[in-house]
């Protein structure tokens, strides 16, 4: 069974210029999940999909992050425009049920640096 | 809010030795899940151990077995025979629920195998 996907795996930018990263979960899983993970800090989330659907996004900065799942499968998270304390792992995560318990499946991250 | 601490930033362990990580949670909760994730460098993120709190007997995955105090709020990890390959940051995480939930990380401990 192939993971979560994610895309780009790095990405430099500077400050107020944009960006986008994209994140293909495992097949059938159903609810998506983008969490930052800033150096030294634990994963945070910032949205969460149920389907195609907004379930959570109450630590999403609306005034500079955006996010879409179209179809209900495929996720892209945008910053725009992006600023220095933005630089982070940007996770990306789907969740099945397994022995009766959700568990979540990470990406392999999109390492952010802002300069 | 529910809050995860890891009070242990670092840790190193010699190879084959056995190794303890700590976590404390709050939460008010009497019904939730707890986790423990394995970040390698540079690789995604993995589940390691998963402890329902309804559960009195601390949950075992080969090497990996967890010490779970509820009332004290209390949940480490042992790791036994440690290997090389169990270098890397671990995350303990809560979760209220067996659903979809996000899930709410500690900072993490970076462990370290001594060959």
């Known amino acids: 069974e192939a993971g979560v996907a994610q895309s780009p795996r790095y990405k430099i930018i500077e400050k107020r210029q944009s960006v986008a990263f994209w994140c293909n979960p495992i097949?059938?899983?159903?609810?998506l999940y983008w969490y930052q993970q800033i150096l030294g800090q634990g994963p945070k989330l910032l949205i969460q999909?149920?389907?195609?659907?907004?379930?959570?996004d109450s630590q999403l900065p609306k005034d500079r992050f955006s996010a879409e799942r179209l179809k209900g499968v495929d996720s892209t998270l945008k910053i725009q425009p992006a600023k220095l304390e933005d630089s982070a792992v940007y996770l990306c995560?789907?969740?099945?049920?397994?022995?009766?318990?959700?568990?979540?499946?990470f990406g392999p991250g999109t390492r952010l640096t802002v300069t | 809010a529910q809050t995860v601490t890891q009070s242990q930033p670092e840790m190193s362990v010699q190879e084959a030795e056995t190794v303890t990580l700590s976590c404390t949670y709050d939460t008010s909760e009497s019904d939730y899940y707890l986790f423990w994730y394995k970040q390698p460098p540079s690789r995604q993120m993995i589940l390691v151990i998963r402890q329902e709190a309804y559960k009195q007997q601390n949950a075992t995955e080969n090497r990996f077995s967890v010490n779970f105090q509820k009332a004290a709020k209390s949940f480490s990890l042992k790791i036994s025979d440690s290997q090389l390959g169990d270098a890397a940051m671990y995350f303990c995480a809560y979760r209220r629920d067996s659903g979809n939930t996000p899930l709410v990380f500690g900072k993490g401990t970076r462990l370290s195998v001594i060959a």
């Open positions: 995560a789907s969740s099945l049920m397994r022995r009766w318990v959700y568990e979540q499946y």
């Open positions: 999909f149920q389907n195609n659907g907004v379930v959570d």
């Open positions: 097949s059938g899983h159903a609810t």
